[in-house]
């Protein structure tokens, strides 16, 4: 938890008197050591160093019991005594700038207890039995959550298992984290004393880690300034020139967010509609993202319109006011009210154009949505508390803020992490993955899945390890590949070895090229590394062509507008009766007939062969040949009961491919004499009704052949 000393670099504001969000006051270091210094204050009586606490604290609680932030400052104080700073401050002022900041967005009194202790039982002699007789279990649980690992007992493996347990303890009790990130921040706000390289690396583990789990947890108020802090150290270039961008801006003379949120306040006057019309300056990662995709700024582009009310029904009546007075942008509007994201995130968003063409980006929420969207969980106070269960009745398992649905999955696969480095490496993946949809199973139960996660995922996220035996999927009641990639509102049903009459599966390399979560690849690795030898094979082998009694296509009844002309039907499409068809004049007098849907009618005509009417004449007395093509789940034996269920159809099959099974599947190519026309439709049935065939249909072959 060590903090370091004060950063002068750390952005701040940059818009002078513009209208904005509460500024975050730093803390006075110097006057805060001092109080620290005189020790603790008469039994009963507030320290004047929590003063700035407590104002914060009361703010959002005005009836809190302060005598436990009391005792826990008097402890921390005495047992930090002595202790400095790298940058000389008594150390008792990094657990008083860490309190701040989560008194200032709203955590509870508990919260606030155990951040004043939170490096107790690291860095002094207070053990954690003291912590729990003289604050309670509660506290004593956070106070370890956030406690790190010795080097000493795990070397290098201390940073990794120190997070492995911090994310073990937040799936208790999400406010381990709340603790953790604000320590983060007051840490890298006063970064500015250490070796270069270990700023890199802390600022580094914060971009990687740190600020993946605030936007998940929807604490962006700590979010946005990390991203700076971090962008400042690790792109100190980009970073200089998108502050002076924002300088420059904020000295011009005429500002047009500031133009049109008077036009807006106008508007929504005249309307009747009581709201506060804000201007909410982007912070310089958002700043440096803008420039990155528009290239050239505009003045409005520094910042957004933030638009509060009080009710939900008034953000809608805001949206319906803003887009008939002003040009919407269509593809700008999104709906998080209706929808929330999965950290609890609920606002409308938009965008207008004023006469002129300038551009406005706009946020309607009301004020309770604007305080979970800055502080996240930790607005919530103590979710695990009756208070706290009226924001479990939202969309699922992603709106729990006791469980997320992204930290149930992890949680899932961090117990199968084989080693601290896979674990790193894997957590740092997963939180890479930076939006996340809701899939539908069949029973109307969901499953949570990062942003590209294919079916394989889904298999292993409702099934575990026992997705191992998983052959495919119906997406939306169609069948697909278990490489199918998701969508969010998709509902996918996952078929397993003894389904559709498949037998068993196994897992191959190729699913891995699929995986996109962790739990996912772990499973599948830990599989293949206890079958080296690589999935078994129980389809059937490759074949070679089967080649049954010759026969010549019969093209007797298609009868062409050409006289004299001789008749071939087109193997690319092996048009029979009722098909409607077409032909086209090739060299030797013949006309080749295809179907009209067939792709080969397109090259015919760029070809600039010459279109020949066909039609059918007796389309019931004749043989045909078509090419059909059976898709099955592979198993045994299947070969043997697709040619039984032809022959009993009483078809001649002419020949036969069998390709190699991918992905517990087999496609099957057959090339069939027909006894009449009107019998296709009744054998394409017969071999649909053989177990572990999903699919058959006509073959469409892109061959020079098909001339």
Known sequence: MSAEATNPATPGPITPGAPRRRARPRIDLRRLGRAALLGPAARGRLPDAIGHVVE????????????????????????????????????????????????????ETTTLTASLLHDTVEDTDVTLDQVREEFGEEVAYLVDGVTKLEKVDYGAAAEPETFRKMLVATGND????????????????TLGVMRQEKQERIAKVTRDVLIPLAERLGVQALKTELEDLVFAILHPEEYAETRTLMALNAARGDDPLAAIADEVRGVLREAGL???????????????????????????????????????ADCYGVLGELHTCFTPVVAEFKDFIAVPKFNLYQSLHTA??????????????????????????????????????????????RADPTRPGWLSRLLDWQQSAPDADTFWSTLREDLAQDREITVFRPDGGTIGLPAGASCVDAAYAQYGEDAHAC???????????????????????LLMAGTEGAAASEPSRDWLDHARTP???????????????????????????????????????????????????AGCCTPVPPDEVTGFAIRGGVVTVHRVACSGVERMKDAGRAE????????????????????????????????????????????????????????????????????????????????????VGRAQHATAGAL
């Open 612 to 695: 020949v009417g066909v039609h059918w004449a007796d389309a019931q007395s004749a043989e045909y040949r078509v090419t059909l093509l059976a898709e099955s789940f592979s198993r045994p034996h299947l070969l043997a009961d697709l040619t039984e269920a032809i022959a009993l159809e009483g078809v001649a099959i002419i020949s036969a491919t069998v390709e190699p099974p991918a992905q517990g599947r087999v496609r099957h190519t057959y090339t069939l004499q027909l006894p009449d026309a009107a019998h296709l439709q009744a054998l394409m049935r017969a071999m649909r009704n053989v177990p572990g065939v999903y699919d």
């Open 274 to 312: 009581s709201a506060e019309v804000l201007i909410r300056p982007r912070h310089f990662v958002s700043v440096h993202r803008v420039k990155r995709k528009r290239g050239e700024l505009r003045g409005s582009d520094f910042g957004r319109l933030l638009v509060l009310v009080a009710e939900d």
């Open 56 to 107: 914060a604290h009361r703010a959002h609680y005005p009836d809190a019991d302060l005598e436990p932030l009391r005792r826990a400052y008097v402890l921390a104080e005495s047992s930090h005594r002595g202790q400095m700073r790298k940058s000389g401050e008594p150390y008792i002022t990094h657990p008083l700038a860490v309190t701040l900041i989560l008194a200032e967005l709203g955590a």
């Open 471 to 493: 052959i495919g999927a119906r997406v939306n009641g169609r069948l697909a590949t278990l490489s199918t990639v998701l969508k969010d509102g998709d509902t996918v049903q």
């Open 174 to 189: 999400v406010r381990v984290m709340s603790i953790k990130l604000a320590d983060r921040l007051h840490n890298m706000r």
């Open 352 to 397: 207008v154009a004023r006469a002129d063409g300038e551009v406005a980006e706009v946020l309607i929420r009301t004020h309770q949505m604007h305080k979970v969207a800055e502080a996240g969980v930790v607005a919530l106070g103590n979710p695990y508390t009756p208070s706290g269960e009226e924001h479990l009745d939202t969309v699922g398992e």
């Open 519 to 569: 739990a996912a690849r772990i499973a599948i690795r830990r599989w293949l590394a206890t079958h080296p030898e690589g999935p078994s094979d129980t389809g059937p082998e490759p074949r070679a062509p089967y080649s049954g009694p010759s026969a010549r296509p019969a093209a007797a009844n298609a009868v062409v507008d050409q006289p004299g002309a001789s008749v071939r039907l």
